[in-house]
Each structure stands twice: as C-alpha cells, then as structure tokens.
C-alpha cells in the first residue's frame, strides 16, 4: 500500500519498543542494536538525530524503562511547535495489534492533543511480497550450516 501525504513532515521519530533498563544492565545488547539501527536508517536517508530522533514505546510496570520515551517525546515536540510528524517502527517486521494502537491510535491522540496537527505512521513490512522475500533470504542466511535446505 503506498500513501502520499499531503503535507511534508517535520520529523520522523523511530520507535522502538521499550525494555526495563535493568536487562541492558545485565548485559542485553539491544539499547546498542536499536542504537545501530537507526544510525544506518538516518545515514542512509540522509537524516540527523534532530529530524529522526529515536523513542522507545510499551512501558508497564514500575521498571525503570529506556529513554526517551515515545509519548513523553510526543508532547514535547508538540509543545515545541511541531506540527507535521510521522512515525516509524523500525524494529518490528509486522504491524501488530499492540504496535498499530499504541502508535496509529494512541501516539497520534497524544501528539494532536498536544498541539500538534498532521500525524502518519510507516506501516511495517507486513507481507508483501518483497518483504516475505527479504525475510526469507535473512532466515536461509542465518540458518546455513545448521539447517540443510531440502
């Protein structure tokens, strides 16, 4: 599905999904794997920090949860005067349920409500073709010596 908007975005903010920080204390690499993701995302769209920066969403319970958050960053940026915003989830190959409410349904009520007036989400890859594809290509790479092809 292709989209045009009728207007131009400000920013484009990367959400990824949140985890308690006590686990990068343990040693989880994520932080540093989202971190590297989107350094390559904004080099290869020719983007800064300041025009694609990165939130993490999903926060429950009492943890203390990677900074900074998606909803806090989206009140923010409307306060500041950002008008035109669109998301994008880079960490998920498919929309789920929890990612299209909490960001097609409930960051884009926290950013209008804030001010704000244009709001987009990317979809994920979901399952066109070259995305199945692509998946698969990842998956025969990743899985050689250890799973012979049949």
């Not at 971190?35 to 904004?42: F, K, M, N, S, V």
């Not at 920090?49 to 960053?73: C, F, G």
Request: proline residues 5%.
């Amino acid at each position: 599905m292709t989209q045009t908007l009728r207007w131009k975005p400000e920013l484009c903010l990367a959400s990824f999904h949140g985890l308690p920080v006590s686990f990068i204390e343990k040693g989880d690499p994520y932080q540093a794997q989202c971190e590297t993701t989107i350094a390559h995302l904004r080099a290869k769209l020719g983007r800064e920090s300041k025009t694609m920066p990165l939130v993490y969403q999903s926060r429950s319970r009492r943890a203390i949860w990677l900074d900074p958050d998606m909803e806090e960053t989206l009140t923010n940026l409307a306060s500041d005067g950002v008008r035109n915003l669109t998301v994008v989830a880079p960490g998920f190959a498919a929309d789920c349920i929890e990612t299209l409410e909490e960001i097609e349904m409930r960051a884009k009520n926290v950013f209008t409500q804030a001010g704000g007036e244009n709001f987009s989400y990317i979809p994920c890859l979901n399952d066109c073709t070259k995305s199945v594809e692509m998946l698969c290509h990842v998956i025969q790479h990743e899985l050689s010596g250890w799973v012979l092809p049949e």
